[in-house]
């Protein structure tokens, strides 16, 4: 990921300016790992996160990135500051380590989002876990194995290139010895930083990377053991809720708590606007809680009527994204047989992982802990520090694997509000939100509104290609088609809601506009979609995924007629390829569609866990249909109006069409992320369909609303 | 205040509560079985789903009184003598999840769905299951791993490639 794209990524998570970066003590983690064998990598390394950069002109700490520790018993941990949201990014970066390391792969363990036990890690998004930590990874379990190789070597008075290494041994095939990592490691302190550039395992001669494993401790989340968040139990724990104005922007201007301060079993918590209620027991909590009587004032405030209105007219040129151009936009329309000019639009949609925000704090003295579920551990540490005003240091963020996020869980409000209540109540609290506060007090994937202005030769060739973003964000903004006169550029506006990050960002809006643009523009010209794709682009990534996801679906077989439609989208972001064709049944009299079949074709590198990376395309198309048919946060003067799942509708069983994944494993390519892009192709399918259908034309998503078809 | 009596996966155990208390909420937050999950708190994502002398119920909306007397059974309470039930099997077999929240729910709603339905239509399954919310989208797989369930298939090698 650029550093530009990673700084608006951040940008659009609202806590930007409270961003600090600590030095981690290199002390704290050669204690932790007293003996045995560690190998850390520096962050400046040339395949270094993004900890190492400079990054809004301040130049970040070298940092420590990850590191392996092999303990005197040959047992592996890995440390990293990534977390597993149910990307199964926990699964696939241990077959990467045992891979290198030649160790089974139940041999390792992985330590993941704590922040006193793991390096400092930026967070869990952008689709950066693999193409990042991934190599990282493999260098130090490179590292670490030639220096188990060496140990053996120098014991054996060898030669070390006449030694093998595998399955958690060190053999001399000769002689027939051999010992096992932990009889190498017991007694020693052999710590080392990775330097150069190890040699890593061709990607053609993986044994446990690239294949179909399971989820580490699948069986723990068919049983009900796993303990998520809000399943976090502590001695003496007590349970807390907050009050919530009645709409954002609220003023405070009466409260009654005299019937919760009645109640022997509650205490009321009360700091400025902050109101919260605690109690031994949940149900105590909330009955406390609801007894209170708040007056708020709520100003006036916009609605979804006003929104694109709205999003127009409130530039926020602080944030104006570079403007792309290339040749002359004016001169090309003027010579283009064919020109088009249209715009497109997106609403608020939630995140609605179904694990909400929640948080176990316990205060020991003037040291914090909080247990939550975050995409950032180091943002909510660094959030906590800055509120209790307290060093980094003295603050704990374990991040257990969580009921997921898809991008909505950067910020660390709910760790805030469990380490309040547990202040004042001296005793460990849990604060868990309802269903009603994460949609209304999260933040959303933004709404946009997008222009495009093309124009084509009557051969089919594209010359021109102009197109604005207005809010909803600059990822997935370039066309990866050959154009030779462009503008593009992205404007970011006021928001009236909060937004941030979501899966895939603006790439999903930015991607519906320009792939339903296409279609249009192929329909103007009266040549098949798919052709004229192809007619304009070189990239052969991009050309292969088409063509794969085009073959399987058997593009061009059967012909789209009233009421049975077929589309075509295709793109790529963040090191992904993706073509998505659908079919869709149109009830025209009802205006009812049907999505009835999709075939995906998913590119990105050289695939680590096909079952696993599978699994993240299959759910990112289900999770595509809601936005693309039927999800938008409906809001008016700062209220949520549909802030419950009877409203704000999901996609379900009945929903879900045949869904065909067609993986392209590209061994000789670096592995890519691959949690979000399989998002992006869905939408503007669907739209091209619908209109192979009706003839209809829907630029709004999402399509919908109420199951009928929207305009 | 309430004594009441409950039986939770075979075993007797004694709550002081307000009768109007969830019964999600006496499962985890008193007895610490948290393999119950809160989604929604109306009934409409399935992740509070338990069994109540068999049928599946939604927990966040039984009050716990009503549920003294009967036949309670949670995730916790699916193995037998250490081995998966063969719904918690099959989800395990097809890998029918990612982040895992939505499964527990689930596989209560699946193994009510096989007791009334031991080898439901894909539109019987639909119908049963729409209820149940997984956010990241493994609804084929879950579909699979019913149809598994409903086969009494054994693991077909590890060969997940063609799913």
Redesign the interface.
Known sequence: MPTDELSLELAQDEIRDRLHWFRLDRRDFLRLCAGGLLVVLEGASATAQEAGRGFREQELPKEVSAWVHIDEDGKVTIFTGKVE????IRTSLAQLVAEELRVPFHAITMVMGDTDLTPWDMGTFGSRSTPTMGPQLRMMASTARQMLVEAAAQRWKTDSSKLLAADGRVINPKSRQSLTYGEITRGEKLTQTVSGDPPLTPTSDWKVAG??L??VD??D????????P??I?RPGMM?GKVLRPAGFNAKLISLDISAAEKMPAAQVVRDGDFVGVIAA???TAEQALSSIQAKWNVPAQISNQELFDHIRNNPDSEGEGPQHTSGSVAHAMAGADVKLEQHYTVQYIAH?????RAAVAEWNGDKLTVWTGTQRPFGVRDELAETFRIPARRVRVIMP????G?GGKHTGECAIQAARLAKAADKPVKV?W??EEEFTWAYFRPAGWIEIHSGAQRDGTLVAWEHHNYNSGPSGIETPYNVANQVIQFHPTKSPLRQGSYRGLAATANHFARESHMDELAHALGVDPLEFRLKNLTDPRLRAVLQAAAERFGWGRAKSAPGLGFGIAGGVEKGGYVATCVEVEVNAARKKVRLSRVVEAWESGAIVN??GL???I??????AIGGALFEAIQFKNGRILNP???QYR?????D?PE?D?VLIDRKDLPSAGAGETGIVGLAPAVSNAIFAATGTRLRNMPMAVSGELTS | MDDLLLNINGAALHTRTSGNETLLSVLRNQFHLTGTKYGCGEGQCGACTVLIDGVARRSCLTRVSSAAGARITTIEGLESNGVLSPVQQAFLDEEAFQCGYCTAGMILSVTALLREHPHPTDQQIIEYMDGNICRCGTYPRIVRAIKRASQGREKEGTDHANR
């Open positions: 949201v149910g990307q199964n294949t179909a399971g989820k699948g069986s989340f068919v049983t009900g053991k796993h303990q998520y809000s399943d139990t349970f027991d949940a149900w609605a992982p179904l694990e909400p694997d969580m009921g997921s898809y868990v309802t269903r096909p079952d599978r699994n993240q299959m759910g990112a198309v289900v999770q419950h799942f009877a999901l996609p379900r069983f009945s879900v869904i994944i």
